[in-house]
């Protein structure tokens, strides 16, 4: 299959790749340097190269604290009059819409995502989370307390400083954009860390966003590897809040590093996500969801419906169905409009992808569909997306994240059966049920463990509701109250009505 490439992509959007990516510090980006590790970004569809990341190690992320700091401290931004923050979050928006396809081909040419995805989708949601959070800030209110005698006790909000944002590689712009518009909103400053796969499209974003009216240093831009500039940020004394989207192993070590400085955390992790089709489904609507929940993104996603459980009267039509389907699905170029399914992310992470492939046979799963790589491709990540028959929810593939186009399918016979099953897994991000019974979906709405349930929809987010992990899926949520107690700090202020009467301690009784 012919793919375009690096060249011609640009070519087709007037860009020019960057040679190399540095940290963005105080407005400025940093110059080049011969002493510093640097790590190449290969295009996923023909790993021809694409940018070079300088990597960050503690002096830049000390002066990108810093910046952060002085910019917070001088009150350019913390206390800038909320109607003023507004604008400059509307006009946010409006750059980022602006440069939709800017933005989602950079994005394309580190992850290898479809543009399609980007282009309608990702990038218009990462315009949205700026003036959700604009138009919240304008309704929030503080509290007062009248019922002790005398005295009123106001509650009111400050930003909590400066925070630390760690993103992933799977949709870059849309998760660091919901971190970066949450944390700011409120008035604190920032250090972004990008994944060290996609530095590209969350460094122009945050151009845009200085030249939208974002005072430089509230936004600062580390580039790096995880153990090394993610960890020197982490660890950080100078960080007041952390905010990490990424795997679960790799929280437990932020928390590690958070805990000698007490930093709150807040952690958006991973999933194995249940997506039970019942016997009374509209099956046609849950064919489609179905395929959309595990194949989006190339399965690179959270919110993954990874674990398919189908009903036994339905089971053997739905499966033969979904295995036709999923062989029809349309992989390639992911500058390609009609691309549905592009290259995994990295070389590593195809590896891995592949050999939960190998795993799901070696465990007697039985592969339905898929199950190598893609054929047809000289160069590129991509593989085959995979469809497993499996008979025991306890499979290692049943339980770990494995991030790719890569479905277990399992037959179930009853709803505790399904419940069951469902709820039997470490994670507890998402969950979908398809269901003509409106009692049944009541039920399982009290009975699934996870933080999000759709019901006969595939994702469909409402950004006034919390979104967030029970158990190894996450600490905290996103959502505009969630994300308004984890960016400030409350405090209370109790003035008296009238003359107090004070004790004269030190004074003649
Ligand atoms: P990851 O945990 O490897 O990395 C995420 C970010 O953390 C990257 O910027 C990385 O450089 C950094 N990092 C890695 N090690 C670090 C360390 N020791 N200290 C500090 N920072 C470190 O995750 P990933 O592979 O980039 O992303 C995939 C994971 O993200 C999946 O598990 C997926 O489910 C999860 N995810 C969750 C959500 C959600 O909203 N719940 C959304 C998207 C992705």
């Known amino acids: 299959m012919t793919i375009k490439t690096v060249a011609q992509v640009c070519a087709a959007h007037g860009l020019e790749a960057p040679g190399l990516v540095t940290a963005r510090i105080g407005g400025a980006s940093l110059p080049a340097s011969a002493e510093a590790e640097t790590m190449q970004v290969l ?4 790993e ?9 190690g503690p002096a830049e992320v000390d002066a990108a604290v810093a910046a952060a700091r002085a910019s917070f401290e001088s009150g350019v931004w913390s206390q800038m009059p909320v109607s003023r923050r507004q604008a400059v979050m509307r006009q946010v928006t409006h750059q980022v819409a602006t440069h939709r396809d800017e933005l989602a081909v950079l994005e ?16 218009p949601r990462a315009a949205e989370n700026f003036s959700f959070f604009a138009d919240y800030i304008g309704h929030l209110a503080g509290e007062t307390f009248e019922q002790m005698d005398g005295y009123l006790t106001a509650v009111t909000r400050e930003p909590a400083g400066v925070a630390a944002l760690l993103a992933p590689w799977n949709a870059p712009l849309a998760l660091a954009s919901m971190q970066i518009a949450s944390c700011i909103a409120f008035g604190n400053s920032c250090v972004v860390k990008p994944s060290e796969h996609t530095p590209w ?36 004394p100078g960080i007041d809040r952390i905010a990490f989207t990424g795997g679960t192993a790799t929280a437990r070590g932020i928390m590690a590093a958070a805990a000698p400085n007490l930093t709150p955390v807040h952690f958006e992790l991973g999933g194995k996500s249940a997506n039970i089709v019942f016997d009374d489904a509209d099956l046609e609507a849950a064919l489609d969801g179905s395929l959309v929940n595990i194949f989006s993104n190339s399965g690179q996603i959270c919110i993954a419906g990874s674990r398919i ?6 089971a053997e039509p739905f499966i033969e169905r979904f295995v036709a389907r999923t062989a029809q699905l349309r ?10 399914i592009g290259p995994l992310a990295f070389a590593g992470h195809r590896d891995r992808v592949l050999e939960y492939f190998r795993l799901a046979r070696d465990e007697g799963a039985e592969i339905l569909a898929g199950g190598g790589a893609a054929e047809g491709f000289e160069r590129g990540y991509f593989v ?4 497993a028959r499996v008979a025991d929810n306890r499979l290692r593939v049943c339980q770990e994240e494995v ?14 059966q399904a419940i069951a099953i469902a709820n039997d897994s470490a994670y507890g991000l998402v969950a979908y049920a398809w269901t003509g019974r409106l009692a049944l979906a009541m039920e399982l709405q009290q009975r699934i463990r996870a933080g999000t349930l759709w019901i006969n929809t595939p994702l469909a987010r409402d950004l006034r509701a919390p979104f967030g992990g029970f158990k190894d899926s996450g600490i905290g949520r996103d959502g505009p109250r969630q994300c308004a107690d984890f960016y400030t700090e409350e405090k209370a202020s109790i003035v008296p009505r009238g003359p107090v009467t004070i004790r004269k301690m030190g004074m003649e009784p």
């Open 43 to 46: 295009y996923p569809a023909t």
């Open 331 to 340: 992989i390639g170029d992911p500058s390609e409009r009609a691309t549905e």
């Open 108 to 123: 394309s040419l580190c992850a290898g995502l479809p543009c399609n995805h980007l282009v309608d989708r990702q990038v």
């Open 384 to 387: 085959q997306p995979t469809v």
């Open 403 to 416: 991030f790719g186009p890569f479905a277990t399918i399992q037959v179930f016979d009853d709803v505790e």
């Open 201 to 236: 499209s969350v460094l122009r974003l945050v151009e845009l966003m200085e030249e939208a009216g974002v005072p430089a240093g509230v936004i600062n831009v580390v580039n790096g590897r995880g153990p090394v500039t993610g960890q020197a940020l982490v660890a950080h």
């Open 48 to 56: 021809e190269p694409v940018t070079r990341v300088q990597e960050a």
């Open 309 to 314: 459980l189908v009903q036994r009267r339905i």
